[in-house]
T-cell receptor
Framework: GQNIDQPTEMTATEGAIVQINCTYQTSGFNGLFWYQQHAGEAPTFLSYNVLDGLEEKGRFSSFLSRSKGYSYLLLKELQMKDSASYLCAVKDSNYQLIWGAGTKLIIKP | GAVVSQHPSRVICKSGTSVKIECRSLDFQATTMFWYRQFPKKSLMLMATSNEGSKATYEQGVEKDKFLINHASLTLSTLTVTSAHPEDSSFYIC????????????FGQGTRLTVV
């Protein structure tokens, strides 16, 4: 079966750095996405990785290792507004998105 | 950028009634629309894929007669929850596939359905 694993919840301090990990086992791979979702709202796109390595976009970076079936999202200079759920999703061989359950990130002052 | 408009954002209905959720692509044509539901603290679960001009494709375990999907035009897809029950209470989100120049899907704002 297809599976995406992420930690359920993480806590970090305002101004700090946090890394959210994602491991996947899917039938094929056509890219990995990270989305941010605030409660009661639709997900918003953060990043996309299809090749191994690090993609940096402002305070957010995403890393991918296809051989390990592993990705992480790195958030720097955390702000209170970063409190949200972060969803990892993989596009499989049928180009269908398989979603993780999300990691709830709690930012403390 | 591409915008998908979904409404209503919140709806409360009585058991046994039907509720229609609309998703419109505002500045592009969407021949396909994905419909998801999401329970609290759970992942997005694909329910069905609507295709303009043909029947929707339902995921295993999703009742076709209960969740009616219609893709009436290149800019409108609807999900109707028929004979709603409290267990149908959930967050429903539509999503259009990426368009040229984009890798990410485009989501509607989501609909919080509460059946009482």
């Amino acid at each position: 079966g297809q599976n995406i694993d992420q930690p359920t919840e993480m806590t970090a301090t305002e101004g700090a750095i946090v890394q959210i990990n994602c491991t996947y086992q899917t039938s094929g791979f056509n890219g990995l996405f990270w989305y941010q979702q605030h409660a009661g709202e639709a997900p918003t796109f953060l990043s996309y990785n299809v090749l191994d390595g690090l993609e940096e976009k402002g305070r957010f970076s995403s890393f991918l290792s296809r051989s390990k079936g592993y990705s992480y999202l790195l958030l720097k200079e955390l702000q209170m507004k970063d409190s949200a759920s972060y969803l990892c999703a993989v596009k499989d061989s049928n180009y269908q998105l398989i979603w993780g359950a999300g990691t709830k990130l709690i930012i403390k002052p | 950028g591409a915008v998908v408009s979904q409404h209503p954002s919140r709806v409360i209905c009585k058991s046994g009634t039907s509720v229609k959720i609309e998703c419109r692509s505002l500045d592009f044509q969407a021949t396909t629309m994905f419909w998801y539901r999401q329970f609290p603290k759970k992942s997005l679960m694909l329910m069905a894929t609507s295709n303009e001009g043909s029947k929707a494709t339902y995921e295993q375990g999703v009742e076709k007669d209960k969740f009616l999907i219609n893709h009436a035009s290149l800019t409108l897809s609807t999900l109707t929850v028929t004979s709603a029950h409290p267990e149908d209470s959930s967050f429903y989100i539509c999503s259009a596939p990426p368009i040229a120049g984009h890798t990410e899907a485009f989501f509607g704002q989501g609909t919080r359905l509460t059946v009482v």
